[in-house]
């Protein structure tokens, strides 16, 4: 049976395809690290399943029945293993993602703030309220907002906590209903 071993913060971590144990002196260190993470309100829920991971195998649990309990494929459950060995809690988090870099920066999303938070009529335009159509129209003709798109504007604003209300539209007249 293959065995991987490793040392982190002074425990030394033993993890064979069926077990994982934690022996030493500074094992509450890391036990403990794990405990805050487990308790923490904050923590994500991937970081969170992971480090559960982790606190079944160091109790003792097979990497099988770990894995089933927090919901991970054994295979994937294998690889948070290996990476918690070689970098420790901090193996379990998430690395940036790689992608395409936003288009537009702080500065963009606070005119679009301003923009929104503001009545349409104050910035010298002939409506009442903002709808997104609009509110595109307005930005794209500010500097450095030429080409923003209409999701690029929502997901701004949404980020930012503003909500979208569903038009309402009437009509009033002066009659009052036959009620017959």
């Known amino acids: 049976m293959r065995v991987i071993s490793n040392t982190i913060n002074g425990c030394v971590w ?19 690290e794990l405990q805050t993470i487990l308790r923490s309100r904050t923590t994500s829920a991937s970081l969170r399943q992971r480090s559960e991971l982790v606190w079944l195998l160091a109790g003792g649990a097979s990497l099988a029945d770990a894995s089933e309990w927090v919901g991970l494929h054994y295979t994937n459950a294998h690889l948070w293993v290996k990476r918690f060995l070689q970098s420790g809690v901090a193996g379990l988090s ?25 009545r349409p009529k104050d910035l010298g335009l002939k409506f009442t309220t903002w709808s997104l159509p609009k509110l595109q129209e307005h930005l794209r003709r500010q500097a450095g907002l030429g080409k923003i798109t209409r999701s690029t504007i929502r997901r701004r604003l949404l980020q930012e906590g503003f909500r979208f209300r569903v038009g309402q539209t009437w009509c009033e007249s002066g009659e009052i209903p036959n009620s017959n």
């Open 14 to 32: 033993h993890v064979s395809l069926t077990r994982q144990s934690c022996v030493s002196n500074s094992e509450r260190q890391a036990v403990s």
């Open 94 to 118: 998430d690395r940036p993602k790689a992608g395409r870099p936003r288009q537009y920066n702080d500065k963009a999303t606070t005119e679009i703030l301003k923009a929104a938070a503001a």
